[in-house]
């Protein structure tokens, strides 16, 4: 039934029925909060199997790119057929990617999600910049993608075959291919230090581009580490701690370069990094609860940090500018928009009953049992996370706003109703839908 739903949402998108696309996403919602399904490993084919992980990511998949098309009305009145054309594809190499079961595979439909990330920056970005932006982020990936394609053709010489989901009987002892083996993915998480392609992509890609990168794409990189992990779980020890103190300390430098931010996008796009800091750190330890942390912040990340940035894309479609000096008192100008920035920043910053919430409870619990010094560190960390959300708010919505009032409206109902969809999921998956998010070992 699940498929049936998602085929007829494709063909209300070629066809530009965004009324049928809304009701299928509602109708959607509501089987997954009613559902009892369990995909703890369940094969479709003899290269694609599934489990909860996959599943909830291709969730994910759906729902954002969905909601990128449907949010994006100034591109579709200018002609947007090929620009759905584009996303849909997109959509397939995304989906293509967590249900594959073979590396090589993988790492196709891996690589080519970022080739159709790059030609819509390319193709409808804001600013001449952004050929500039689209080179840097195709030369960030590239370096630390070819390493990662050497790893998995010496997999397949090797006697385990490259099938993630049966059991390895090698593990990759060569320190330089450990480190090629995760340098892909963690260049696409981002980690700090390796981040910097990330802000320079968010600013110049259009609001679509900008929710799904956040949104999915960066997802690509913990998930390509929860499949590797296998590989490299005896000798990576050596470079845990490394990468651990990197990620965390990096979360912490990150958070309070936010802070000094007044370009919103940026700001949003830097916060990004933050939370996927600390999934790495999940990450690298392997835990149970540590794995299953990371899956509900994936999640949970995704689903806020697209609304964030269609948030931003309304008001820069009508002051034209992102920055937080000329953007003051949307208050006054957008009061029913405000309560859905207060709403979104407010699952920002992990408030009850928030996916966010539980996933940063259960990444602090295990960073902390890993090493008790790290609480002192997550502490400040969690206390700049909430600063910069505040700020982002605060700036954003009180004082005076710079460039007068002059045909500007409140908000069209295609707008509310995409962040309604975004927040919605947020609040209600903690309740109704912890066995799809969460899964069981």
């Not at 000096?325 to 928009?337: A, D, Q, R, T």
């Not at 700036?395 to 919605?424: A, K, M, P, R």
Request: net charge neutral; hydrophobic share 60%.
């Amino acid at each position: 039934m699940l498929m049936v739903m998602m085929s007829l949402l494709g063909v209300c998108l070629m066809v530009g029925c965004w009324g049928e696309v809304v009701i299928s996403l509602g109708i959607i919602m509501v089987m997954l909060m009613c559902s009892g399904w369990d995909f703890s490993d369940y094969k479709v084919s003899y290269m694609m199997s599934v489990d909860n992980v996959s599943v909830s990511l291709v969730l994910l998949s759906f729902w954002v790119v969905i909601l990128s098309i449907v949010g994006s009305g100034s591109i579709k009145k200018k002609g947007g057929s090929m620009f759905v054309i584009v996303m849909g594809v997109m959509l397939v190499f995304l989906v293509g990617s967590f249900i594959v079961s073979n590396y090589l595979f993988f790492y196709i439909m891996f690589e080519s999600s970022l080739v159709m990330i790059l030609v819509v920056i390319l193709g409808w970005g804001y600013q001449p910049e952004r050929i500039r932006a689209g080179i840097y982020m195709l030369f960030y990936t590239l370096f630390a993608s070819l390493p990662l394609l050497f790893c998995i053709l010496y997999i397949m010489n090797s006697s385990c075959g490259v099938s993630m989901f049966s059991y390895m009987n090698m593990e990759i002892n060569n320190g330089v291919l450990l480190i090629f083996l995760m340098l892909a993915f963690l260049v696409k998480f981002p980690m700090y230090l390796v981040h910097l392609w990330l802000p320079k992509a968010h600013v110049e890609a259009p609001a679509a581009g900008s929710m799904v990168l956040a949104g999915v794409l960066l997802k690509l990189g913990g998930y390509g580490m929860i499949r590797v992990y296998p590989l490299v779980l005896g000798d990576f020890l050596m470079f845990k701690c490394m990468f651990m103190s990197i990620s965390v300390w990096g979360a912490l430098m990150i958070s309070v370069i936010c802070l000094r931010q007044m370009d919103m996008k940026m700001l949003v796009a830097y916060s990004s990094v933050v939370h996927m800091g600390l999934c790495i750190g999940g990450l690298l330890l392997m835990s149970e609860w540590g794995v299953k942390s990371v899956v509900i912040m994936m999640v949970a990340h995704g689903l806020c940090s697209s609304g964030l940035f269609y948030l931003v894309s309304i008001v820069y479609e009508r002051t034209m500018s992102r920055s937080m000096f000329v953007n003051k008192g949307l208050l006054n100008l957008m009061p029913s928009m405000s309560l859905w920035w207060f709403l979104m920043i407010s699952v920002n910053m992990s408030v009850p009953p928030s996916l966010n919430l539980l996933s940063e409870i259960g990444l602090i619990s295990v960073i902390v049992s890993w090493d008790i010094m790290s609480l002192m560190i997550l502490i400040i960390l969690s206390f700049f996370s909430a600063s910069y959300s505040l700020y982002l708010f605060s700036i954003s919505q009180h004082g005076v706003f710079l460039l007068g009032n002059g045909g500007f409206h409140s908000g069209e109902v295609v707008e509310y109703l995409v962040v309604f969809l975004h927040w919605v999921p947020l609040n209600l998956l903690i309740f109704g839908v912890m066995n799809v998010v969460c899964f069981d070992s």
